[in-house]
């Protein structure tokens, strides 16, 4: 099956400080990927949707100049968590998804853990 | 809007016994897909199961079997015979015509020797 990969898979930080985690697909073009967040025991919530070669599409409540997200590529989307503060600190999970499979499947990266101290 | 309801939050069961999940679900898309996920302890989304809105057939894959239920809304997932291994939360989810999954709060499920 295809492969999403996200690095780092865990990151710990200092408050202020911008964290850049990738998004990559390894055996196909990912024409959208899709930002998730995931606090403890909570569910996944989406917080934006890239589409390659435009600008990213935010949901509601995710402060787009905190969450930069740049997808410049068919293979890679990074997020920048930027000036990240404790409560920043979370699991974020990208997906990809691509024209080239219309079965509606998405694709999960493994998640990165995300610490802010 | 989409929603997805897992109205089970925790589910405690001992080794061997049958286990079902409940899904419900709510989208205006006519066209929609329907996921089950396995998140364990290290955190990665294991994938599980797909379903389009137009394939209501259950599903067996070894001892998780699926039914998807239009009439209902519902598309719940049955262990059988669990394991401990089995031990994990797993989330239900939807995605429609855009692609954004909605998912699940998630049930918790633990499974005891």
Redesign the interface.
Same mark, same amino acid.
């Given at each position: 099956?295809a492969v999403v990969s996200q690095h780092p898979s865990w990151v710990i930080c200092k408050s202020g400080t911008s964290v850049k985690i990738e998004c990559r697909s390894l055996d196909f073009q990912a024409t959208?990927m $899709?930002w998730?967040r995931q606090f403890p025991k909570?569910?996944?919530?989406?917080m934006a949707?890239s589409n390659e070669g435009s600008k990213a599409t935010y949901e509601q409540g995710v402060e787009k100049d905190k969450f930069l997200i740049n997808h410049a590529s068919l293979t890679l989307s990074t997020l920048t968590v930027t000036s990240a503060h404790p409560e920043d600190s979370s $699991?974020y999970?990208c997906?990809a998804?691509t024209r080239e499979r219309n079965?509606?499947?998405?694709?999960?990266g493994?998640?990165s853990?995300l610490t802010v101290l | 809007a989409q929603k997805v309801t897992q109205a089970q939050t925790e589910i405690s069961v001992v080794e061997k016994e049958d286990v079902t999940l409940d899904c419900v679900y709510e989208t205006r898309d006519t066209t929609y897909y329907l996921f089950w996920y396995k998140q364990p302890p290290s955190g990665e989304l294991v994938f599980l199961i797909r379903r389009n809105s137009f394939d209501e057939q259950n599903e067996i894959s070894g001892r998780y079997s699926w039914n998807f239920q239009k009439s209902t809304s519902s598309f719940n997932f049955t262990i059988t015979a669990s394991q401990v291994v089995d031990s994990a939360v797993y989330f239900c989810a939807l995605s429609g015509d855009a692609g954004k999954s909605t998912f699940g709060d998630g049930t918790t499920l633990t499974v005891k020797p």
């Open positions: 099956g959208t $899709f998730y909570q569910s996944l919530m989406l949707t $699991f999970i997906s998804g079965t509606g499947e998405l694709f999960f493994e998640g853990r | -």
